[in-house]
């Protein structure tokens, strides 16, 4: 599996894997991961600051 994109909610999402936050607090990030043999898209959220 590999990073194929990060959304963060509080911020811009200048380029599919760089962020820009506006609060800098602890908000939920959503990473999409891409698997590198049939490009099974898997999503995952955490709690990050």
Known sequence: MSLDKV???AGINATKKITVS???GPR???QILV???CSHKVEEK????
């Open 28 to 30: 939920k990030y959503t």
């Open 7 to 9: 959304k963060d909610p």
């Open 35 to 37: 698997c590198n043999k």
């Open 22 to 24: 506006f609060y800098l």
């Open 46 to 49: 955490y709690w990050g600051t």
